[in-house]
């Protein structure tokens, strides 16, 4: 029986080591003597002649007496190709003064190799990484739009509303009549707490859209981080795998008085299990990729709803506001002289504060309407992250189940023969050793991905309860610029309500009936009695 030394990758320098005896006693080690390099022979898949420039060397009695050492460089020929088996063997060597032809040892290069679906799913997981990063960095463009956007009808906003406000003013400023009821100082102040409202408004909206896009590249560093760590661990696990198909080969091939007990078929099948198993969680991660994806795109979709029904209404708030300045300045245009069309006007003006204060309410519902699709699209996404979750735990128990199978095979084979040398004992030593590390290694890619899990979804929930946050924020603000706009119309009525008791007979001049002058009454009646105080 000769000793099979393992599968390795192509172009790999190999060492075999074997050891001879005396032949009187067995435990007696002892040297041997005309063996060169060129008394080494290597065979490929079973063929009766070697490989011609086979690259193997010897080392005699090293590093002791009977124990010597073969080095094969398998880049020395073309022969050495993956999926093939090679055979080496000694001729005329001497040993306790015997001629001795023997086969050493046999290996494979990548003959045994069962982790290519393995490195398919690492490398389609780095490719949906990607479109994941992709598709966040156009979310994180999106709402930066949409913050520029906003910044920009806020400053036309506050531009019409300081036009009304000024408007307003020149009113009140030729209705000298009216001062006793401090017109002026009530609409500066209605100005002012516009102006604050907006520039608090403004801020906030700034504030909020940072910490939206600080939670967003959290969310996509943390992506990295998981995708950076499963590519590690996949790569760690492959390893081992092959450590642990290696060394069961080896004591099946070293153990063949158990054959009857079929343990190739049962390794084949343990590993045909594996590989189906990684093609399912494959074909799952690509469709969990498909949904996230879809739902990101519906958020961005949803995005663009909001964005353009801003644009429709602010068109509409912009077009009311020029309405209602440019029936002002009719009515201080006609200094306080109201025609019956001017009359009109002025009731046309409380009209379009109203249609104003309807728009603005209108907004606020269907932004509240929009906040909720946002929402359960976040929902949706960090339901998708839990599957995901589930599935890979289920995935890491089977893989773990599979792998103690292994070891249980292992250790059965060991039972039933009896008869391992030192060497394969310390090779079952070895298949126990690896499934262990495979077993820790696998529990800590799960808890890792448990806790990346937690750090993600708490970065969602975050993202959300600033979403929810912002839209508190708006309601409030467009509850106080309705609030705003109801003064000013009903300012706007106290001054008609005292401009409508006024005559002009004469143009720009107003009709007055004086009783009165600095509390002396006026007596006369300027015809043939003079004006004059009582």
Avoid: C
Avoid at 157 to 184: F, H
Avoid at 259 to 268: F, M, R
Avoid at 282 to 292: G, P, T, Y
Avoid at 335 to 361: C, E, F, H, K, R
């Amino acid at each position: 029986m000769v000793a099979y030394y393992g599968d390795f990758a192509e172009d790999e320098e190999l060492y075999l080591p074997f050891n001879t005896f005396s032949s009187d006693d067995p435990s007696d080690s002892v040297t041997a003597t005309d063996l060169v390099d060129t008394d080494i022979y290597v065979h490929k898949d079973g063929s009766a002649t070697p490989i011609t420039t086979d690259g193997a060397s010897i080392d005699i009695d090293a590093p002791g007496v009977g124990a010597h050492m073969i080095t094969i460089d398998t880049s020395a020929d073309a022969a050495y190709s993956t999926g093939s088996d090679y055979a080496v063997r000694v001729d005329g060597v001497t040993v306790d003064g015997g001629t001795v032809n023997a086969w050493i040892g046999s290996f494979s290069i990548e003959n045994r190799y069962s982790g290519a679906a393995i490195d398919a799913l690492s490398t389609k997981q780095d490719s949906d990484m990607v479109v994941l990063a992709a598709d966040h960095d156009k979310t994180q463009s999106d709402i930066v739009i949409v913050d520029d956007f906003l910044d920009s009808e806020i400053a036309a906003l506050t531009s019409n509303l300081l036009i009304v406000a000024s408007d307003t003013l020149a009113i009140e400023a030729d209705t000298n009549e009216l001062q006793g009821d401090d017109y002026p100082t009530l609409i500066a102040a209605i100005s002012t707490k516009i102006d604050s409202d907006v520039i608090v408004a403004d801020a906030k909206l700034d504030s909020d859209m940072v910490l939206v896009l600080a939670q967003h590249t959290k969310t996509q560093s943390d992506i990295v981080i998981v995708d950076d760590f499963l590519d590690t661990e996949i790569a760690s696990l492959t390893s081992n795998l092959l450590i642990v198909a290696s060394d069961t080969l080896a004591i099946e091939a070293d153990t063949n008085e158990l054959q009857g007990d079929d343990y190739p078929t049962s390794i084949a099948a343990i590993s045909t299990k594996i590989d189906s198993d990684v093609i399912v969680a494959d074909a799952k991660l690509d469709s969990d990729m498909v949904l996230v994806l879809a739902q990101h795109t519906k958020t961005q979709s949803d995005i663009v709803i909001v964005d353009d029904f801003i644009d429709t209404e602010v068109a509409s708030l912009t077009s009311n506001l020029l309405i209602v300045a440019s029936d002002t300045l009719a009515i201080e245009a006609a200094g306080g002289a109201l025609t019956g069309a001017q009359a009109s006007q002025l009731i046309q003006v409380q009209s379009d504060v109203i249609v104003v204060t309807t728009d603005v309410g209108s907004l606020s519902t269907k932004q509240d309407s929009d906040m909720v699709v946002v929402a359960a699209a976040h929902t949706k996404t960090q339901s998708d992250i839990v599957i995901i979750d589930d599935f890979i735990d289920t995935e890491v128990t089977s893989i773990t189940s599979n792998l103690l199978i292994v070891a249980s095979d292992t250790l059965a084979i060991e039972a039933a023969g009896g008869a391992l040398t030192g060497a394969q004992a310390s090779q079952l030593l070895q298949v126990t050793s690896d499934a262990i590390v495979i077993t820790t290694d696998v529990a800590s890619l799960s808890t890792k991905q448990d806790s990346d899990m937690v750090i993600l979804a708490a970065d969602h929930d975050k993202t959300q309860s600033d979403i929810v946050i912002l839209d508190d924020f708006i309601d409030t603000e467009v509850t106080s610029i309705t609030s705003n706009l109801l003064i000013i119309a009903s300012d706007t009525l106290a001054v008609e309500a005292v401009t409508d008791q006024l005559a002009f007979t004469n143009a720009n001049e107003v009709d007055a009936n004086t009783k009165s002058i600095n509390d002396a009454e006026v007596v006369g009646d300027g015809n043939a009695t003079p004006w004059d105080g009582a």
